[in-house]
Antibody, heavy 121, light 112 residues
Framework: QVQLQESGPGLVKPSETLSLTCTVSGGSITNHFWSWIRQSPGKGLEWIAYIHTNGRSNYNPSLKSRLTTSLDASKNQLSLTLSSVTAADTATYHC???????????????WGRGTLVIVSS | QSVLTQPPSVSGAPGQRVTISCSGSSSNIGAGYDVHWYQQLPGTAPKILIFADTNRPSGVPDRFSGSKYGSSASLAITGLQAEDEADYYCQSYDPSLSNSYIFGTGTKVIVL
């Protein structure tokens, strides 16, 4: 059973860079798409980005200029960095594996429980 | 950035049937893109409940069902139980938003 565990700094100052890691256990990260999704009280669920070990990726256009994602197959981890953060980036950040029927729209399953990031001075 | 609209809350007594709507547009649900549904119990991560409009993953009770019509979708819960009290989200895809995945605004189901 695949499990995902996010980790992060908890508190980040405005204008600084947020760095998060998602560690996958119970399965390999290869040959799957992985997404980052955040959840905040004011904006609900927001898809951030997806990445695949084959190099394919896509970012939410509203965040693209500040985002970097990567995968480390040797550690079975995915990472996300978000630069120039503001209070609007305060949220619980989840990683999730994509599910699909080889057609149609991917869904997200499973999800990690998420890591809360607060942007505040 | 929620592009799909859901009612903030729905409520029902145990045993009743409730439905949650998910309203999109011609660029997402109306274009035929799949709709998925998630259940989020308090303090936990979202869990897939319905995928590709109408399909239940193994382990999901058949009390949960999904449907799609035009630019909207719906999740129905029949025989409502106390354990169904949770937040529910729909999800789809919209190529007009740079191939973004999109979520609904979320609905709180309250069991009276």
């Amino acid at each position: 059973q695949v499990q995902l565990q996010e980790s992060g700094p908890g508190l980040v100052k405005p204008s600084e860079t947020l760095s998060l890691t998602c560690t996958v256990s119970g399965g390999s990260i290869t040959n799957h798409f992985w997404s980052w999704i955040r959840q905040s009280p004011g904006k609900g669920l927001e898809w951030i980005a997806y990445i695949h070990t084959n190099g394919r990726s896509n970012y939410n256009p509203s965040l693209k200029s500040r985002l970097t994602t990567s995968l480390d197959a040797s550690k079975n981890q995915l990472s996300l960095t978000l630069s120039s953060v503001t209070a609007a980036d305060t949220a619980t950040y989840h990683c999730a594996r994509h599910g699909n029927l080889n057609r149609g729209v991917d869904w997200f399953d499973p999800w990690g429980r998420g890591t809360l990031v607060i942007v505040s001075s | 950035q929620s592009v799909l609209t859901q009612p903030p809350s729905v409520s029902g007594a145990p045993g009743q049937r409730v439905t949650i709507s998910c309203s999109g547009s011609s660029s997402n649900i109306g274009a035929g893109y799949d709709v998925h549904w998630y259940q989020q119990l308090p303090g936990t991560a979202p869990k897939i409940l319905i995928f590709a409009d109408t399909n239940r993953p193994s382990g999901v009770p058949d009390r949960f069902s999904g449907s799609k019509y035009g630019s909207s979708a719906s999740l129905a819960i029949t025989g409502l139980q106390a354990e169904d009290e949770a937040d529910y989200y729909c999800q789809s895809y919209d190529p007009s938003l740079s191939n973004s995945y999109i979520f609904g605004t979320g609905t709180k189901v309250i069991v009276l």
